[in-house]
């Protein structure tokens, strides 16, 4: 059964620091996984999808990895800006339409 | 991309009530999924509406307590029915991407529900 870890679970940092946010998935047989970014109470923005042959993907200070053998990918955020302050969360997509969610990181960027 | 908008965005229910959500598509799209996000928690899908057939539910949901239907390929509707507290959650529509977006996951802006 795929599970999805996120970790951490919440993370605070003073502006214009970079960072990274950690995704690990149990079974490495994905279609694709992607990220979101959810602010309260609101709905889900897509930021970045990889697909499973792919290794990274980038949109402006977002950049994704995905390391499929391993079980991992990672999202890094250059020069945060409060802005940025949201729940992301990772999505992988597995056979017969399953999109199995990490529990999010909530991140609080400070000014 | 696809955009989806959702009725109503929040409400506030009374105990015992029932409460029809609406989703609406920009695009034809052959599935689209319900989910559920318990506070504090995150997704979990609650059923696939096929358009022209049974909504598909997953482990733990009914379709008496959760009536789906899928008149079209743009357009579908979630009752929470006979609500109690446990029911508050965001309720969020989504669907999958084709052509250059293909296999990306698209969401509305959720329904927020309060069960008092």
């Known amino acids: 059964k795929q599970e999805v870890t996120q970790i951490p679970a919440a993370l605070s940092v003073p502006e214009g620091e970079n960072l990274v946010l950690n995704c690990s998935f149990t079974?490495?047989?994905?279609?694709?996984l992607q990220w979101f970014r959810q602010d309260p109470g609101k709905g889900l923005t897509s930021l970045l999808l990889i697909q499973s042959s792919q290794r990274e993907q980038t949109s402006g200070r977002l950049n994704a990895s995905l390391d499929k053998s391993s079980g991992r990918s990672t999202l890094y955020i250059a020069a945060s800006q409060p802005g940025d302050s949201a729940t992301y969360l990772c999505?992988?997509?597995?056979?017969?339409?399953?999109?199995?969610f990490g529990a999010g990181t909530r991140l609080f960027v400070k000014a | 991309s696809a955009v989806i908008s959702q009725k109503p965005s929040r409400d506030i229910c009374q105990r015992g009530t029932s409460l029809t959500i609406q989703c609406q598509v920009d695009s034809q799209v052959t599935m689209m999924f319900w989910y559920r996000q318990q506070p504090g928690q995150s997704l979990t899908l609650i059923a696939t509406a096929n358009q022209g057939s049974e909504a598909t539910y997953e482990s733990g949901f009914v379709i008496d307590k959760f009536p789906i239907s899928r008149p079209n390929l743009t357009f579908s509707t979630l009752t929470v029915s006979n609500m109690s507290p446990e029911d508050s959650s965001i309720y969020l529509c989504?669907?999958?991407?084709?052509?250059?977006?293909?296999?990306?996951?698209?969401f509305g802006e959720g329904s927020r529900l309060t069960v008092l």
């Open positions: 989504s669907v999958v991407g084709t052509g250059e977006n293909t296999g990306e996951l698209f």
């Open positions: 079974d490495s047989a994905i279609y694709n």
């Open positions: 999505a992988v997509f597995t056979g017969g339409f399953k999109t199995i």
